[in-house]
Each structure stands twice: as C-alpha cells, then as structure tokens.
C-alpha cells in the first residue's frame, strides 16, 4: 500500500509526501498561486518575470550566492507557469533536504526583488517570447489554448510583448506580494525524508497568517474556430482542441482511456490512421488538458501543406468515431499503457511529488496508487463509449501556422 | 545490483544489471551502426531502417507489432545517431520476457517493399518537421561543418533527394551486414530474470549469421571554419560552436564531461553567468559528447540577432580567460555534485540505466556499475581539467550560424 503523508499548517498551508522505498533522491514541488490567468489582466506573462526573478538573490544571498548555493547542493529545479500556479520544484539526493528547505523557502518568501536584476528577467522572458517564432510546434499549442479556454484560462503563460514591456518592478513585486501567501500553497514531497522534520522545518518557514485577497476573475469565451497564421515553414502546424468536462466532474478514467485508445501508444488510432495507414506526418498525438474548472483533448499533427487537409480530417474522423464503439482489445491495451505509466511514474521522486500535488489541488485529495489501479483496471469499453455518448465532443478549435491555410469540416 | 554477462556462438552479446526491487525492467537491442556507417549513396539508410524495424517480420504485420508491444503496457521505442541505433522498451517486470522476445523477433524483419515506400512518406515528413526547428537546423548543419568529410558529420536523417533515390534493395543489403549477431548487443536492467533472458535469446537469435561490420575510426580534429547561413523567416539567431573532446575509450571522459557542465550547465556555468544571467541570450549551453574514437563539444546558444557579435567576443574572451588561468576548485565541486544528482535521480529507473550500460559495453567492452561511474567523476582533479584545457584548447571552434543575420 502506498503510503500518504499529510499535515496542514495552521494558516492552511497543505504539505503533502509520499515516500518511495529504496531510492536515495527526494524531490519536491510547490504550486504558488500566481497562475497567468490568477493574475491582472495587463500583466500576460508576468508568471514567467516572476518565475526567473524570484532566483535573482533571496535572504541574505544576491543572485550568484544563490545559484551557487543551489548548485553546490547538486540541486536541480525548475520554474513553470500554468493557468492555475506557478510551480517551483526541485530534486536532489536525500542529504540534501534540509539545506535545500531552507533556500527555497528564502526564494518563496523573501526574494530581495531587485530592480536591476528585474529588467535582467523581464528581458529573458521578451527573448524568449520572441524566440516563440522560431519554434512552431510550441507556439500553434499556445496559440490553440488561447482560441479554446475561455480568457483568462487561456492566457499565453509566455507572456505578450507589449504588456511584458508594460510591466515594473514595482507592479510585478505587488503581485508577488498579494499571490504568495502560504495559506494558499500546496507543497509536496516524495522519495527519501522524513515527514516529521520536513513539518518541522515548513512550520518554521511558513507559518505566516495573512489575509488572502484573490484577483477577480470572469471567464469569458473569446476564441474563434479556426484560426490561421501565416509562416514560411516546411510544414504546417496543426492544433485541435474539444471541449470534455473537468477532472473533478467524475469520468475522468473513460476520458483518460478515450485518449489512451487515440493517441496512447503505436497502436493507438491516430498513430496508426495518420501515419502507419497514409504516410500523413511524423508526429502526431492527443493529449488530456484539465485545469479546475475547463478541460479538453488537444491534438498536434505537423505535415507538408499538401497534406494538410487531409490529416485534420482525419484526424477530426477519428475523435468523431470514438463514440461509435471501443474494441476489447484496444481497452486492454490502453488499460495495461495507463498502468505501467503510473507504475513507472511512482518511481520518480520528481513526477511523484508533482503528482500529489497536482491531485490536491484537482480534486481536494490525493489518490493512492491503488485507487488509480483499481479504477483502470475495472473500465470497460461500454463505460467510455456511454461517457462519450454523453459528452460529445461537439465542435473543434483548431489552429495552424505555416505556409498554407487549410479548411475545417467539422 | 548484479551484473550478468554472455556471449552466444554467433557472437552476440547479452548482458544485463538485475535490481529485484525495481518496479520496472528495461531491454534493448544496441546495434554499432549510424549514419558514420552509411557512404553517400545510401544516405539516412540507419535512420530509416530504424523505422523499417517496426514494420513487421514474415508473421508479424506492422499493426501487429504496434499491438503486441500495447499489449505489454511497454514504453517502447527507437532512436538512431551518428553510430548508434537503439530499440528500447520499459515495462512492468511481469512483461520483460514477450518484450524482449518481441524485439528478438524484430531483429529479423522482412523489410517489405510496400512497407518501405509508404514508410518513406513518413521519412520525409520528419526532414521537414526538423527543418522548422533552428536549434536542430544548426546543430546538424554545426557538426557537419565541423566534421568536413570525415564519416562523423554525416546526416542522420539523410536528404529529401538521399531518401527519394534509397531503394528497398539497398536497404536491405545495408542490414545484412549491420545488423549481424556480433554488431549487437542486447542488454538489460531491473527487475528480470536473466538465465531467462539468455534461454529466450538462445532460442531465438543464435541462428543468424555473423557477418563483417567494419567501422572506419581515423582520427579527427574538426576544421574550424566559419559559415553563417541567412535565413529570413528566422527571429532569432541560433549559434553552434563545436571544438574536439576525447572519446569513449578516452579515461579522461569523466573530466571532459565536467568541463561541459563548468563551461555550459543551464545554471551557474560560466556561459549562464556571461550571457544568461545578462540577458543576452536566451539560451546557452555547453556539453561533452564522447564518441567512438572521437569526441566534441557542442555549444548552441540561441539570441536576439542583434547581440550575436558581442556574444561572440564575450565567448572568446571566456574561453581566453579558462586557457590563462584555469577553473576553480569551486567550480569543480559544484559541477561534481551536479553530476552525481543527475546520475543518482536516473538511475532509479531502470529505463535511465539501461542507455549507460549498453553503450558502456559498446564502446568498451566492459561493466560500469553506478559505484564506479561515482568514482569515476569524483576522482577527476583540478589537475586533469587543466591538463585537458591545454591539450583540447576549447576555444578555438568551429562556427555555425543560422538566423536573420547577414554576418561576416
């Protein structure tokens, strides 16, 4: 049985672990509740300033003590900005935890939000919007997140030029100030530690009590259908995206097994309808997207102009027969595919720890490994195929990028 | 952690490092070929004879494999370099013996023509996907400079023209040689079973026929030349610096592996704290590839066109300042313990394992366990770094640029 470690701090603060036995490494994961779309609406991209500057020097360390004390630990970490959090993680040997604590909770509380090096953070996050363009397959995602949730929860967590140039030191220190409060921080940990001290040790760090006021939000849906954007590529780059309900609304299991059918392995329809089958393209591959509230299933495909319209199409084909019926053996495998990813993931400390976290803040509680085997092993083909039935998937956004514009049957 | 080791008849070699508390066991077929074995007119043949592999044998369609594999839950796939193909898959320990005979079957596949020239469709597809994708652009196009005509700077992927004139035959012939018993490896790690292991691969494999696999290893330095291609539809301005590094046979790998990280490690390396931390680049980074008889060190550094001069000063002149006066014992520790994290957190799974252990046999005929790897890097002195700064002179590189820029 997998074991589950929880203590909540007195301000509210959830602190999650699980351990894993034998291995020597321990990793854990902060989500921070400055998400792009949690945050002011003329500050897109403020995530990502936030997400370097934090590292420009914190306690009484400037910026090159810190990475130097990171780095010394053998400490490797890592920033990422969804619509819901900024996340914070890291991953070390077990001997380092307590050092390591202690840094990250200085990066979290009391970063120094210098102004120099400010303009030093918002100048990366610029270069690497601009750097956006060189890279189509990871902008038509972005762009595709933007047509399909409804504003703010598509924002571009890149950031957009002008309001990244809007942005001060002053603006951008407010929002850390009103957004990092530890009441609303989710920590998890996993691999080699010991709960009691890690308690111990977060108490001390983040035992402020302060009063949270969120920024409002009110979701809007502005996207539109079919989006196309001009480039000189080789190919064109192709995002879908449909609409499914949220993890917390029940069938989460049949919709992760839709998708494992679509695009889970070789074997899986797409793979073998757009590439084994016709010679469409070289990648191509669905996806499950969930925040709280919004979910979809998101495709990419990228393919020579020629061929365009033929692989949206059958692509769209595709999702549109899945409700038509689910072999036993295709369930089967996308059944044996979803375990072993767990299996596989449970000996992560890293994709462990995010894990959890990500499970609390979802669904309000955190499922053990033999929960999430029981519920893939008990599915059968007529539960995803009555769940489809019952959530259509009605209309696709699509968007794309390259040389030739392409048409949308849907 | 036990290692195990033998050799069938036909000369394959099958080795394997048992974990009986793993969760997971890993098996691949590590094959001495790439894109350094292929002469120019079968151009891209490793790469597509890669994707070939999963099209099937005289039993076993296509879609067959696809599902056999499913069917296990395996995590399974390919990748081909400049001398190395591997097929790889991880699964739950309950599956390690169907998925290692499956790949024991695959070995022999029929290479079907139909097969061959609707799967070229898919070739060609995937030249075009990475040539809108610079940092790929200029890192290929970076190693082909360097390497001039020595058989390390061949393309992997080959050409639209190279693939459009490779015939299934020539294919075919290519496999018959590259693929013969004693250019293989199979190897294993986790959780498994190898006396198991070993009956399945002796039933298998050992009726196929060993067969000469030569490889040319002349030594190389790199030519050092400059060449800077003009793309409009760029924004960006993409660098790759190569300079030569020691091999895999070279005891010295250890110490090259940690100038890498000294010089180009995504944080607190000399590159991070010149351009990144400044903001002149977005990305920088530096590492050692030790090679089959050679090595090199690879630089990409991705930036604002407008910057690429200074940039290039600045590099200079960091490199200048490591040939005078060397890297600190700080340095050294810091990038020691960045190092063993690393190994430490992919070792505990055996799929991050399993790529070490078979190229160590590979390369080197021998077993690395963690423990001696650990050592390994930690008994590399200031002295050794030093001593391989004076002999490799990372600064003076050959220079590849792909952007917007028109530059001298």
């Known amino acids: 049985m997998s074991k589950l470690d929880f203590y909540k701090l007195k301000n509210g603060m959830v602190l999650l672990g699980e351990p894993i036995d034998h291995v020597q490494s321990v990793s854990f994961h902060f989500l921070l509740p400055a998400g792009a779309a949690l945050l002011p609406n003329d500050c897109c991209g403020a995530g990502a300033v936030i997400g370097d500057w934090l590292f420009r020097g914190a306690g009484n360390r400037n910026s090159r003590q810190l990475i130097e004390a990171i780095d010394s630990l053998g400490i490797h970490w890592n920033t990422g900005v969804s619509a819901e959090h900024l996340s914070i993680s890291a991953s070390m040997e077990a001997d380092s935890l307590r050092p390591a604590l202690e840094l990250f909770a200085d990066i979290i509380l009391r970063p120094t939000m210098a102004p120099d090096q400010f303009e030093l953070s918002r100048q990366l996050a610029v270069n690497e919007l601009q750097g956006l363009d060189d890279d189509p397959r990871d902008k038509v995602m972005i762009a595709l997140k933007e047509q399909f949730f409804p504003d703010p929860y598509g924002r ?75 480039s000189g590529g080789a ?17 989460y299991y049949e919709l992760m097994a839709a998708v494992s059918v679509l695009s889970g392995s070789m074997s899986s329809r797409l793979f073998t309808e757009v590439r084994e089958k016709r010679g469409l393209c070289y990648a191509v591959g669905a996806r499950y997207r969930s925040t709280k509230d919004y979910a979809g299933i998101s495709c990419y495909a990228g393919t020579t102009p020629d061929k365009a319209q033929e692989t949206l199409d059958v692509i769209i084909e595709q999702f549109n027969q899945l409700k ?26 890293a994709s462990r720890a995010a894990g959890i976290a990500g499970d609390h803040y979802l669904l309000g509680r955190v499922r053990g490994i033999e929960e999430i085997r029981d519920k893939i092993a008990n599915l059968k083909p007529a539960d995803v ?26 | 952690m036990e290692f195990k080791h033998r050799q069938l008849d036909n000369g394959l070699t099958i080795i394997g490092e048992v974990n009986p508390l793993a969760q997971s066991a890993s098996v691949g077929f590590f094959v001495r070929t790439g894109a350094r074995d292929e ?25 067959e494999v696809n599902e056999s594999f499913d069917r296990l839950g395996a995590k399974f796939n390919a990748f081909t370099s400049e001398e190395n193909t591997v097929y790889y898959a991880a699964v739950l320990p309950e599956y390690l013996e169907q998925a290692s005979e499956l790949w024991m079957q695959l070995m022999r596949p029929s290479l079907r023509d139909d097969d061959f020239n609707m799967e070229k469709n898919v070739i060609l597809e995937e030249i075009a996907m990475y040539k809108d994708l610079p940092q790929f652009e200029a890192m290929d196009q970076g190693r082909a400079l360097h390497f001039g005509q020595h058989p390390c700077g061949n393309s992997v992927l080959g050409t639209n023209e190279s693939i459009a004139a490779l015939s299934a035959e020539q294919m075919r012939d290519y496999f018959s040689h590259r693929y013969a018993p004693n250019n293989l490896v199979l190897a294993c790690c986790g959780n498994f079973d190898f006396e198991g292991l070993c009956h399945s691969a002796n039933n298998k494999c050992s009726g196929w026929k060993s067969a000469e696999a030569p490889r040319i290893l002349s030594p190389f330095n790199g030519t050092f030349e400059k060449k800077n291609v003009q793309n409009g539809n760029l924004v960006r301005q993409h660098l790759c610096l190569l300079s030569p590094s020691v091999s895999m046979q070279d005891s010295r790998r250890y110490a090259a592996s ?4 000294i010089i180009g490690d995504d944080t607190g390396s000399r590159y991070y704290w010149a351009l990144v931390d400044p903001a002149l680049a977005e990305t920088a980074g530096m590492q050692c590839e030790s090679m089959d008889g050679a090595g090199v060190f690879y630089s990409y550094i991705c930036c604002n066109p407008d910057n690429t001069e200074k940039i290039l000063e600045i590099i200079n002149a960091l490199f200048q300042d490591i040939q005078n006066s060397g890297i600190s014992q700080a340095e050294l520790d810091t990038a020691r313990n960045k190092t063993l994290s690393a190994m430490t957190l992919r070792c505990e799974q055996p799929m991050g394992r399993l790529v070490n252990l078979g190229f160590n046999w590979v390369y080197n005929k021998n077993y690395r366990s963690v423990a001696q790897e650990v050592d390994g890097i930690k008994s590399v002195t200031l002295n050794d770094i030093s001593e391989l700064i004076e002999d490799l002179k990372p600064g003076k590189f050959t220079q590849f640029s792909l952007g917007p820029r028109e530059l001298a």
């Open chain 2, 258 to 261: 940690l100038l890498g990280t």
């Open chain 1, 235 to 251: 190919q064109v780059h192709i995002g879908l995206m449909t609409a499914i309900p949220p993890i917390n609304q029940g069938c």
């Open chain 2, 39 to 63: 002469t120019s007119a079968v151009s891209g043949v490793s790469h597509f004879l890669e994707h070939m592999m999963f099209k099937g044998t005289d039993t076993l369609s296509a879609l």
């Open chain 1, 324 to 349: 038509n019926g689910i072999a036993e053996d295709e369930m089967q495998r996308a059944q044996v595919g979803l375990k072993t990813s767990l299996i596989m993931q449970c000996e992560s400390t």
């Open chain 1, 385 to 410: 195929e009555k769940t489809l039935q019952k959530h259509p998937f009605e209309k696709y956004t699509v968007v794309t990028i390259g040389p030739k514009e392409i048409i949308s049957n849907q």
């Open chain 1, 156 to 230: 571009s967590t890149m950031g957009e030029l002008t309001q990244l140039r809007g942005l001060t030191p002053e603006k951008t220190a407010a929002i850390i100030k009103q957004c990092f409060h530890p009441s609303q921080m989710i920590f998890a940990i996993s691999g080699k530690y010991d709960f009691d001290a890690v308690c111990r040790q977060m108490e001390q760090f983040f035992n402020g009590d302060t009063s949270y006021e969120p920024f409002v939000i009110n979701p809007e849906y502005k996207g539109q259908s079919y989006v196309h954007y001009p």
